[in-house]
Nanobody, 128 residues
Framework: QVQLVESGGGLVQAGGSLRLSCAAS????????MGWFRQAPGKEREFVAV????????YYADSVKGRFTISRDNAKNTLYLQMNSLKPEDTAVYYC?????????????????????WGQGTQVTVSS
């Protein structure tokens, strides 16, 4: 069965760093485009970053551009999100997601409805 399991969340001070991981199983990871989303209390789930199936191209939300880096290791079936210069407004539950998308453009993959599988989420809390 398909599983996406996030880890690496926690409590950090503003300006600090965290690296999130998402371990995937039950599907052919290397042909899926992978994304990160987040949801703060009382807010809708929002797009954070996406990486193409081959890892060659990434796309970021403006709010995290220059601070976060998405990457993947297809040999390990693992997705990562390196989060630097964290701000209190980054506080949220972070979710990884998989999309059966073989195209080259990533613009449409900022939308939640393009993803087939979702993880359970991991909490990130940034204190000021």
């Amino acid at each position: 069965q398909v599983q996406l399991v996030e880890s690496g969340g926690g409590l950090v001070q503003a300006g600090g760093s965290l690296r999130l991981s998402c371990a995937a199983s039950g599907f052919t990871f290397q042909v899926y485009t992978m994304g990160w989303f987040r949801q703060a209390p009382g807010k809708e789930r929002e797009f954070v970053a996406v990486i193409r199936w081959d890892g060659d191209i990434s796309y970021y939300a403006d709010s995290v551009k220059g601070r976060f880096t998405i990457s993947r290791d297809n040999a390990k079936n693992t997705l990562y999100l390196q989060m630097n210069s964290l701000k209190p407004e980054d506080t949220a539950v972070y979710y990884c997601a998989a999309a059966a998308y073989g195209g080259r453009s990533l613009v449409t993959l900022a939308g939640r409805n393009r993803y087939d599988y979702w993880g359970q989420g991991t909490q990130v809390t940034v204190s000021s």
